[in-house]
């Protein structure tokens, strides 16, 4: 994602939105990613001896010694990419070190990452030019397709910003709407407790069609027949095994949850200084993705609490509406 344009927050949030995590378990942070993009190990090499001491002897991670008293070891540990990809990373990173001055005007879009063409499907960035004879800043989130591909608009990025933030505070931040929500995910846990011990042993029977199979094939290897279609089966099946294995691993029942450990949010989001990384964060956990369209805009909102992704609201607003909302508060 790096190697293809989308910077530190975007990652991040891709990340976690999917749920992965660190190697301690803990959710990414734009330090956690620094420190995989300058892993050489992921190319094969190994690394030892490149972390200096403290005073109390203990390892500093984030300190190196000189490159002459680092030792590399070529094709010490499995290489999961190409050098070439992490050249390539490398470079980026150190024309961005050489252009880091180029980033201190930079506006903050809430939205960035959840932004989608309604017309090519691409993800949209946020865009800043100078308007008219005045050169008057204009920053808004714009396809970057050329228009004879694309022929959707752009959309000022203070006004979507700003109606989505107040969105999330009339559907999700305040009590009547919060205890909705609350319920809402409490009617699913209810049905998904429900059918638990009926879906668990689904999942347990195909692990055991699948194990079978796979000692099926054993015997056949051990009486000498192999072939391509039996290698490519047999790993298949390994694949399917594990993604199995994984899924029971996860599988739990839910605990209701109680409205009173969530008010704490309606404070959160009064309180959390808005245009900043950490606003940003919080509001993208309830918020899908964005849509734009020509005329019209699609919201859809995420309120499953981390249970569930199937609770989901999407909420229309005509393109037009959305400016002469704020056009005419201007004017008042």
């Known amino acids: 994602m790096f190697a293809e344009g989308h910077g530190y927050c975007a990652i991040v949030d891709y990340l976690n939105e999917h749920g992965y995590t660190t190697k301690r378990g803990r959710v990414f942070g734009k330090n956690s990613l620094y420190e995989i993009l300058n892993n050489e190990k992921y190319t094969g090499v190994f690394v030892f001896n490149r972390a200096t001491a403290k005073a109390d002897s203990k390892r500093n991670n984030h300190a190196y010694k000189i490159n002459e008293n680092i030792i590399r070891v070529e094709g010490g540990c499995p290489a999961i990419i190409s050098k070439s990809l992490f050249e390539k990373v490398q470079r980026i990173k150190a024309k961005n070190r050489r252009n880091t001055g180029q980033y201190h005007g930079k506006e903050f879009y809430l939205l960035t990452g959840k ?36 022929k959707n608009k752009e959309n000022n990025k203070d006004y979507l910003d700003a109606y989505v933030a107040d969105l999330l505070r009339q559907k999700i931040f305040n009590k009547a709407a919060l205890r909705r929500r609350i319920n809402a995910v409490n009617k699913y846990i209810a049905s998904y407790n429900a059918e638990f011990d009926k879906h668990y042993e689904s999942i347990k029977s195909e692990l055991e ?57 309606i404070d959160d989001y009064k309180n959390m200084k808005r245009n900043t990384a950490e606003f940003r964060t919080f509001v993208q956990t309830y918020i899908d993705k964005v849509v734009t369209y020509p005329y019209h805009i699609e919201i859809v909102l995420d309120v499953g609490f981390g249970i569930t992704d199937e609770l989901k609201e999407t909420i229309t607003i005509r393109r037009g509406d959305l400016y002469s909302l704020f056009e005419s508060r201007t004017e008042d």
């Open 115 to 150: 932004v989608f063409c309604g017309v090519c499907g691409k993800r949209i960035q946020g865009n800043l030019r100078y308007s008219g004879e005045r050169k008057n800043r204009l920053c808004t989130y714009r396809c970057d397709e050329p228009k004879q591909l694309c």
């Open 209 to 265: 069609e699948v194990t079978i199979a796979l000692a099926n094939i054993t015997v056949a290897v051990e009486k000498g027949v192999l072939t391509d279609d039996i290698i490519e089966r047999s790993e298949a099946l390994e694949q399917r095994k594990s993604e199995i294995q994984a899924q029971l691993a996860a599988l739990r029942r839910f605990e209701p949850l109680r409205l009173e450990d969530y008010l704490h949010l």
